[in-house]
Structure formats: structure tokens, C-alpha cells
């Protein structure tokens, strides 16, 4: 087999713990989510994956991504022919995992990113791949020419903390001057999580490292006024029908870590964010 190299920037490499998540999770008889597709891209890569097994954090990036999951899904089934822009989309699935047959999907990155992208995914006439840094106007002129009604949904999974705050700014700035109205799913690193990032046990393994970190989520609704935070969760504080789905060990470990009220949870929070 021909496998990829993956020529990728400092935190471009970052994208390949999800991925891995992802594919080892699609191998177990009761998984948290099924992603064949992560599985053959894996297969497929030229990387020392073997230095991410069976780190704890992998759970944490399925349990973010089957919340985000979640949103793109309650918001498609309320707006069938909206749109869903997946900001430093790296190798996700997600439109292969809740896409509903009828939604317009932009999947942005950095051209390394986008460059690599290429080879195991193609756009379609409702699939769109940018290559751009979300911290340049362009994309989201691309975005608008493409598609200037909406509803839009943004999502932002493991991207904006690498940034620093008044390039995060700017970025919910853009989206709320050029879509007014739309959503924005994003994590944030809380001071528990961000003065600990060194130790983590995925991030110690790269050289990429978090810049922004945001101490309670609801300042980002202060940075535009009519802002509103929708929600916010830690790992351990997903909703209850979500967390009662899960399997049962997933259930006891995030019960477990919950009783520990360890600062590296709780500073870590899934947002969604409506925009004026």
C-alpha cells in the first residue's frame, strides 16, 4: 500500500489524535461511535500512531466529538437545508457520520491540512474543502458566495485554543459580522486544563501547544453583546440521555472521573454559542 506522509505544521499534527480515537474505537465490540473510515485513513497514513495508544484522553475525544455529533444533528433536523462549516475540519467524518442528504458543508483548514485531506475525501456539488487559515476573511467570503442564506452552524473542535485571544476574537467577530445569527460549537481550555497542557497525556507526545484559555465561557457571550452561550459541558457533565446511551463502562469511567472533580476535567468545556 501506498501510505501518505502526513507533511503537517506543529499543530496541524494535532489532528491526528482524534483520528486515531476514532479508528481504535471503530475496532471495539461496543464502541462509543463507528467510523470505519477513520479506520481505513489510519491504515493508510505514515505515522507513528503507536505513541497515542491507549492514552485517556482518546476517550475525551470521542465524548467531544459525540456531543458535537449531536448539535449538528439537532440542527439539521430543525433546518434540513442550512449550512455546516467545519472549521479546522483535519480528517473528520463528521458529514460522513450525520450528514442528512440535503445540507450544504464547507470543511476548512490550512493548506497542509486541505493538501492531505485530498487524498481520501473529493467536494461534491453540497461539499466544499477551503484551504485557509480561519484567522483570514477570505474563507468566509468563500463561504457566503457559495451560500448566503443559511442558517449556519460553525464547528470548531479542538482548533481555537491553539490560537491566541485576540485572534480567537476575531474569528467569532468574522462569523458573527458575515453570518449573522449562526451558531458556533467550540471548545475551551480553563486554567485546570490549560496550566496542566505539559502533562497531558496526548498533547506531551506533540510540540504543539494551547494559547488561549478562557475561564468561564460566559465571557464569550460579553465579547458580543446579544451573544448567548446554549450550552456548555465538561466531559463529565454531558446531558443525561446522551451519557445514559453510552456503553456501560463509558458510563462508570465518566461517573468515576466526575467524583474526582479533577481540575484537567473541569477546566475543559464543549460550548455552543448563538450570535447576534
Known sequence: MDRKEPRLGTVQETLLIPLYARAVEN?????????????EI??????????????PSLTGALLRTLLFDRWVTEFLSQHPDATVVEIGTGLNTRHERVDNGRARWFELDLPDVIALRRNFFTDSPRRTMIAASVTDAAWAAEVASHDATGPHLFVAEAVLPYLREPDVRGVIDLIADRFPGA????????????????????LSK???????????????????????????HTLTSLPEDLVARLPLPYQQMVSAIAAQRLPQAEGYRLNLLRLP
Open 27 to 39: 475496532r471495539k465490540e461496543h464502541a462509543l461511535l463507528r467510523d470505519a473510515r477513520a479506520e
Open 42 to 55: 489510519v491504515a493508510s497514513i505514515d505515522y507513528d500512531f503507536g505513541r497515542f495508544d491507549n492514552l
Open 183 to 202: 451558531l458556533l460549537a467550540l471548545d475551551t481550555a480553563g486554567p485546570g486544563f490549560f496550566d496542566t497542557q505539559e502533562q497531558h497525556d496526548a
Open 206 to 232: 506533540v510540540e504543539a501547544r494551547m494559547h488561549w484559555y478562557c475561564p468561564d465561557p460566559a465571557q464569550l457571550a460579553d465579547w458580543r453583546p446579544g451573544a448567548r452561550v446554549l450550552a456548555s
